[in-house]
């Protein structure tokens, strides 16, 4: 008999870039589509660039990124330029769990690629890897509703790649960085 592990399947929708929580709080009151992921940038004056992933659920992620202990704070000293992306699970009407499912691979992601020493699945944020397969597609989008066609070296959505699958039996994650053009039908 197969053992066939269930899979899940994510759309993310982001959009950005954003350069406050300010900005942020304005364009979700405009588009209440319900986001729960967020992923920003600080450049640093040297030019080295940080980054940081969260999520939230109960909250707007402008609200939340307005929380007095948020790491974001450590950023909006003026001398660091922000770069915030707001993240929606546009295919199905999206749980706690699975926001946090999504939270723990990109997190993962951005350790394994970022932080020297973080190179598995379980790291800092995350204390278990997920149970299920699961697939991640990120789709990015620009404020003004049009897609983002061309990714500035080191921005968010050039670190993030466009598929991300997670094999559970393995526990090892691939992605995609950019999917090509085949064909059109």
């Known amino acids: 008999m197969i053992n066939m592990k269930k899979t899940d399947a994510y759309l993310i929708k982001w959009y950005g870039p954003f350069e406050s929580a300010e900005k942020v709080k304005c364009f979700e009151e405009e ?75 990109l997190t993962s992601l951005l350790a394994n690629k970022i932080c020297v020493g973080e190179k598995n699945l379980e790291n800092r944020t995350n204390k278990k890897p997920p149970i299920n397969n699961v697939y991640v597609i990120n789709e990015w989008w620009k404020i003004n509703n049009y897609e983002l066609k061309r990714r500035t070296v080191g921005s968010v959505p050039d670190v993030l790649p ?15 960085k950019r999917l090509k053009y085949i064909v059109g039908l």
């Not at 967020?38 to 450049?43: C, D, L, P, R, T």
């Not at 466009?162 to 995609?176: C, F, N």
């Open 31 to 105: 588009n209440p589509d319900g986001f729960n992921l967020y992923a920003f940038q600080a450049k640093m004056k040297s030019g080295r660039s940080k980054y940081y992933c969260g999520m939230t659920y109960k909250q707007s992620v402008g609200r939340r990124l307005k929380n007095h202990d948020h790491h974001i704070h450590d950023f909006e000293d003026g001398r660091s330029k922000l770069q915030i992306w707001i993240g929606t699970i546009a295919n199905v009407r999206a749980k706690e769990n699975d926001v946090r499912i999504c939270e723990n691979l």
């Open 162 to 176: 466009e598929v991300l699958e997670y094999y559970a039996e393995t526990k090892a994650l691939y992605g995609a």
